[in-house]
């Protein structure tokens, strides 16, 4: 089983930073994939970044050149640092692990956090 517990989230004016932290517990976290994923209110959960386990990342586009998602294995914690903040970025954000990609990328992780606000204000 594996535990992840999300933290860093609050409320900005547009165009701060936040970084956001995922702890993970349980498990081998070089073995697992892991990314963000956030839901606005009325509005379907939607991928934000992507690492896999080598390392490499994806973004989503509006997020490309303003978040960067990491990872420190030996520190069992996934990061997104998140700059030049828009209010359209408001949403719950979920940190998801999964050994399996693809289910992953997809949205159907087996492992989630329970979620942590972020706010932009204009």
């Known amino acids: 089983q594996v535990q992840l517990v999300e933290s860093g989230g609050g409320s900005v004016q547009a165009g701060g930073s936040l970084r956001l932290s995922c702890a993970a517990s349980?498990?081998?976290?070089?073995?697992?994939?892991m990314g963000w994923f956030r839901q606005a209110p009325g509005k379907e959960r939607e991928r934000v970044a992507i690492?896999?386990?080598?390392?490499?990342?994806t973004y989503k586009e509006s997020a490309k050149g303003r978040f960067t998602i990491t990872r420190d294995n030996a520190k069992n914690t996934l990061y997104l640092q998140m700059n030049n903040l828009k209010p359209e970025d408001t949403a719950m954000y979920y940190c998801?692990?999964?050994?399996?990609?693809?289910?992953?990328?997809?949205?159907?992780?087996?492992?989630w956090g329970q979620g942590t606000q972020v706010t932009v204000s204009s």
């Open positions: 349980g498990y081998t976290s070089s073995t697992y994939c």
């Open positions: 998801a692990a999964d050994t399996n990609f693809y289910r992953l990328w997809v949205g159907s992780a087996l492992n």
């Open positions: 690492i896999d386990r080598s390392g490499t990342t």
